[in-house]
């Protein structure tokens, strides 16, 4: 009976402990507020448009605050459900190379490098994003994007050589803190 109560009271503890591991809607705002920045980048780099990535980022929040996550994934989730639902906006498709977002001609932007990266029609820029910028791997991207890894490793190589052809051989950290000082947030963001 000892043996069976301790087997008990150890299984109760594992999951109580599960539990307190997981990411409550309390850990989901307040990773959205401290990482509104990076999150709304995140948005706006994938669709070009800000309208859309207020859409992506709001819905992102409402995913997160009904998922059940492990609390070290709940950054890594939220991207991700970003990132979902930019694709569920945008619903960029390989045989087009159409950019469907217009705003991009009025956004602000001071660097030269994310204009080319706005400039990229939705499916390159989804795939550059994803697989350079947020470091997805082919098959995560190709399966989050529902075509082939060959799809994405030829968007990606175009987008390159387009970007390439935009602003010209530059070192990595330039670009980066290009990208991270270059955008404009909305009122209120």
């Not at 217009?102 to 994803?130: H, N, W, Y």
């Not at 803190?177 to 909305?186: A, E, V, Y």
Request: aromatic share 8%; proline share 3%; with cysteine.
């Amino acid at each position: 009976m000892t043996k069976e109560r301790s087997r008990l009271m150890r299984r109760n503890k594992l999951q109580s402990d599960c539990e307190s591991e997981r990411a409550a809607v309390a850990d989901f705002c307040k990773i959205f507020q401290n990482e509104t920045r990076t999150l709304y980048a995140l948005a706006l780099l994938l669709t070009a448009d800000h309208k859309l990535a207020e859409e992506c980022f709001v819905s992102g929040l409402d995913d997160c605050l009904s998922s059940t996550v492990f609390k070290q994934w709940a950054l890594s989730w939220s991207k991700r459900a970003v990132i979902r639902n930019a694709i569920r906006l945008l619903a960029p498709g390989i045989d087009s190379n159409a950019r469907t977002s217009r705003e991009f001609d009025t956004i602000e932007v001071r660097s030269p490098f994310t204009k080319a990266v706005f400039a990229l029609g939705d499916f390159q820029r989804c795939v550059f994003v994803m697989s350079v910028l947020e470091g997805y791997r082919d098959l995560e991207t190709s399966l989050l994007l529902n075509c082939s890894p060959k799809d994405v490793i030829d968007a990606r190589c175009q987008a390159l050589r387009e970007l390439a052809a935009a602003v010209g051989p530059r070192p990595v950290a330039s670009v980066l803190d290009d990208l991270s000082s270059s955008f404009t947030l909305p009122a209120g963001a």
